[in-house]
């Protein structure tokens, strides 16, 4: 990859705000003359549910070819009328290690997160957004559902 480009790192879960953060990261990657890269990290104890070895493996391929379709659907739902290329990476393991690992080995320039809403009750909460602050000297761009982007400071 030519790093005269800005490396700037999407990590998404592919929820309903995901389309609104990878459209501001295509805006900032455009800006910056930056190559996007969105990272999606699932959890394979919320897929496998059988015990069989070979219903698992099953289970992982069928989730990863669903999850690669819907990023690449978000992803042309915003880039329809001009092409931009997004480097898509599915990947199943302890969420916060394999965020550490990919960081660290792609060493991105930006990392554009969308945050969630925090809830009146949130017990089963992971706080992944403060854990990949608080272990990464990389920028970030936090979004939540609210902000608009004249008012984001990065």
């Not at 190559?35 to 070979?54: G, H, Q, R, W």
């Not at 819907?70 to 931009?84: G, V, Y």
Request: charge should be positive.
């Amino acid at each position: 990859m030519n790093r005269n480009k800005r490396k700037i790192l999407i990590l998404s879960d592919l929820n309903e705000t995901s389309k609104e953060v990878i459209q501001y990261a295509i805006t900032i990657a455009k800006e910056f003359n930056g190559a996007l890269e969105l990272l999606c990290v699932k959890k394979p104890s919320n897929i496998v549910t059988e015990d069989n070895p070979l219903s698992a493996v099953r289970n992982l391929n069928n989730e990863f070819i669903k999850t690669e379709q819907k990023a690449k659907k978000i992803i042309r739902s915003i880039t329809k009328n001009d092409f931009f290329a997004v480097k898509n990476t599915i990947l199943f393991g302890n969420v916060r290690n394999e965020i550490n690992i990919y960081i660290k080995d792609s060493n991105p320039d930006l990392i554009i997160l969308g945050k969630r809403q925090k809830r009146f009750f949130n017990f089963n909460s992971d706080n992944l957004t403060e854990y990949v602050k608080k272990n990464t000297p990389i920028k970030f761009v936090f979004l939540t559902k609210l902000q608009s982007q004249k008012s984001m400071n990065y």
